[in-house]
């Protein structure tokens, strides 16, 4: 029933939406009389604001058409080279790189956003790299015949797309994905595999949240995890391709996220009506285009989302060395010529300082010169990868990182 009264919920504010936004245009519209009133600027940007508040947000696109490199812009060819029910994988290039440019792997985290939502990290990492990008599906477009998806599955994609790119790649894990890939990193090691990756790099990953737990983590660990499969589990409706399938939705995550920072979306909200009033078009632009990424939500997999609750937020399984895939225990101290890099924020408050790190103390049979930690000052989670401290202090480490390492194919 949850899931079905959120639908009735959205569509009469879909509805409201889209009124609200007539009435705008109706106000701004210097051919009609309403906006002349000494309260018609006010009352269009109320309705402007409460319009793109309530929309409706679909998927967005990676929409990279051009990247300049060196004072010199270059088209980007984005393409699907690999196709899986629970996600594809994306190539991003550009005609201006080598042939033996470095290939990286972005792993983007399936935690309720899409993977549009890195796309200041692809377009930055694009101007030296050939770069793929997991580009994961919404479970509730799923349909129940391609059957369940977890951890362990999260894992084989991961192993797969590594061996789709071919020896010699690079792999860069945002947040959540640190988990699944340091743990394929090390599955790999210790197989052998010709495509384990030659650098891995974890930007705000949960590797050990026992080291300076956040609210995030504290919610995880104050719950079992019957609470959370009886409280935040839904069915999708019949409306949708994954009607039946059990999923943690979209619009759960996004209200427990924008709850934990309220004030300062009402605040940003806030901002752009008064922008819209002082007739700044463009600083209002900047907070709507944020919001159309940050709104638009996608379904996981309720396997998944409760096996990640359960083995990285309360059991700790992976840095404890207790982490099963397939019925294999995953050994980081296999992991011994991939090369590790660990990035943090300083003001990150969904990964505290020292859950990523913690992944350099458990690669034991890793040489020193092959670690290295990154604290960005003043950063928070999302300011990791996106935005001017991302492009201008974090990226040039990662490149540099990747160049030492780096054996061409």
Not at 55 to 78: L, M, N, Q, R
Not at 262 to 278: E, R, T
Request: glycine share 8%; with cysteine.
């Amino acid at each position: 029933m949850l899931y079905t009264a959120y639908e009735l919920q959205r569509s009469w504010f879909n509805a409201a939406s889209t009124w609200a936004s007539i009435g705008a245009e109706m106000l701004n519209n210097p051919a009609l009389p309403f906006g002349y009133g000494a309260g018609g600027s006010v009352m269009a940007s109320a309705l402007e604001v409460f319009a793109h508040a309530s929309a409706p947000y679909g998927k967005p696109a990676f929409d990279i058409k051009t990247v300049e490199v060196d004072g010199a812009s270059h088209p980007v060819t984005e393409a699907i080279v690999l196709h899986k029910p629970f996600g594809n994988l994306l190539r991003f290039t550009h005609s201006g790189l080598p042939k033996d440019a470095p290939r990286l792997l972005i792993v983007a985290p399936m935690s309720g956003h899409f993977a549009t939502l890195l796309r200041g990290t692809v377009a930055r990492m694009l101007e030296r790299c050939e770069v793929y990008v997991t580009d994961w599906a919404d479970a509730r477009m799923v349909p129940l015949s391609a059957g369940e998806f977890d951890l362990d599955d999260y894992i084989d994609y991961l192993v797969e797309f590594f061996e789709h790119i071919g020896p010699g790649a690079h792999a860069l894990a945002v947040c959540q994905p640190s988990v699944p890939t340091f743990a394929a990193t090390a599955i790999m090691a210790e197989d052998k595999h010709p495509c384990r990756p030659l650098t891995l790099t974890m930007m705000g990953g949960p590797v050990d949240t026992r080291e300076a737990p956040t609210s995030v983590n504290d919610l995880a660990m104050q719950r079992p995890i019957e609470w959370f499969r009886h409280t935040v589990i839904a069915t999708v409706p019949l409306q949708y391709p994954g009607a039946g399938r059990r999923v943690y939705p979209g619009f759960l995550q996004l209200a427990g996220f924008m709850s934990m920072n309220l004030g300062n979306h009402m605040l940003s909200h806030y901002h752009m009506f008064k922008h819209l009033v002082a007739g700044d078009g463009e600083s209002a632009d900047a907070t709507k285009a944020f919001y159309d990424e940050y709104r638009a939500v996608c379904d996981l997999n309720a396997a998944y989302y409760l096996q990640t609750v359960e083995e990285v937020f309360q059991k700790h399984s992976l840095p404890k060395g207790e982490f099963v895939h397939r019925g294999r225990r995953v050994d980081l101290g296999q992991i011994k010529d991939t090369a590790l890099l660990a990035v943090e924020g300083e003001r990150d408050d969904i990964s505290g300082i020292g859950q990523t790190k913690a992944a350099l103390h458990l690669t034991t049979g890793l040489a020193e010169a092959k670690k290295k930690y990154h604290l960005a000052p003043e950063v928070g989670h999302y300011g990791i990868f996106n935005g001017s401290k991302w492009r201008g202090q974090i990226a040039p480490v990662l490149e540099d990182w990747i160049a030492r390492h780096d054996t061409p194919a």
